[in-house]
Each structure stands twice: as C-alpha cells, then as structure tokens.
C-alpha cells in the first residue's frame, strides 16, 4: 500500500538496474552496489532507489520514500525513484510491467493525478531507455497517468510497443500478415508473417499444452492463452 511521503513529490521517475543477472535481481544488491564504498560501489547511505521491482514481478522497498532518492544527477527533489531490474527490453517481464502499473495507479491516485511519470533517459543521456514505459503506463505527451487507469490495455503488448487489433482475427495456415507475425513471436519463432508448416505445428504443440482442442486455428481461445502464457515474457526475442 502506497503512502504518501511527507516531501513535495510531483514526478515519478522509472530505471532499470542495468543488468540481467539473476543474481543481481534484489534490492540488497542494488543496495550494495549504492553503498560500497568507491570505486566499487558509490558510497552512499543507501540505495538510490524507492522501489525495486524484481523479475518475478515482486516488489520491495528500497530508500524510505520519505528521503531524497539518488537517482537522476540534478533531479532528485520532489521525485520517487522505481527500478525495475533488467538490460535488455525483451527480458523484462511481463509481471514487473504489471506490477509497475499497478504501483503507478497508486501513484497517481494518492495524488489525485498531479503528478507526471518519466523514464531516467528523459533527463539523462543514456541511461534506462530499455523498455516501453510510455505505453506501458499509457502516458500522454506530458508524462501524466490520467486517472481513469492504465491497467485496461493488454500490458504484454503495450510493453512491446506493438499494435494490438482490438478484435484479434481468427488465423490458420495459409494466411499471412501482421497477425501471423505477431502470433509467431508469441510462438517464439521467426516472425516472418507466413503461417506456414512450421508456424502449425508450434500453434497445435501450444494448444495441446494448454488444453486446447489442437486444430491449428487460433481463435479467440488460442490468443488468450497466448497472452497469458509466461512465453510472453520473452515476446520480440
Ligand atoms: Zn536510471
């Protein structure tokens, strides 16, 4: 349950840890690598971060919300500072991005929506730019969240910065297109839009082990149990 903390605070700020090891995907970690002294770590007090979202889409609590993050050189004040951990963009799941949004909804409704949502990047060079956190939490051009939440859109594509049909069409072998693509990268297989032999047998593997009646066609059934599946976690790979 989200508090507010005692401090101005008018902006979110969003990271990543910078790293896909899994040894590394906890807030102790980055609570190391913040207070080791240098040259190892940075030599502060604490963690930089309020939030730290791990891979499994767990949260925990880093710096106490009530002290000035050490997060975005220059632009610390009135902020709240979320890590989520991971590099590269396809590796971050979809469980953290739910998590994230859930945590922003709060966010954003503990201040009656005056207050906008930013990725490090917007205020530093290069830093944090690895996942899609406009359209994850469906931000408009100023950063704000809207109050009307942001949880309604399917999250896993959002995430992936794709174009969702909002009726997903009911596709089977021999038909080509965006649907097929996006369908074989839910398959984890090349995306080459041509459902073909190879793009079959993996829809009718998928529905044999989720319980699906294995006739190739993927209907509306077939593409929610895509959705739903952890594979997605791994959707543009
Ligand atoms: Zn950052």
Sequence with gaps: MFKKPNRKVDRVFLHCSASDVASHDNVATMRRW????????????????HLFIRKSGQLESGRPLEKIPAAQAGHNTGTIAIC???????????????????????INNAYSGNLTFHGHKEVAAKACKVYFYKDILKLDQFGRL???????RPLAHAAHNERVPDAWPTIRRGDRGEAVALLQRFLMIKDDGIFGPKTDSEV????????????????????TALIGTDRIEHFGE
């Design 34 to 49: 913040h207070t080791d002294p240098k040259p190892q770590g940075r030599g502060w007090s604490d963690v930089g971060y």
């Design 204 to 223: 009718r593997n998928f529905q044999s082990a989720n319980g699906l009646s294995r006739d190739g066609v993927v209907g509306q059934m077939t593409w």
């Design 84 to 106: 989520l951990h991971g590099l590269d963009e396809p590796n971050f799941t979809n469980a953290q991005y739910n998590t994230l949004t859930a945590l922003c909804v709060e």
């Design 146 to 152: 809207g109050l009307s939440g942001a949880s309604t």
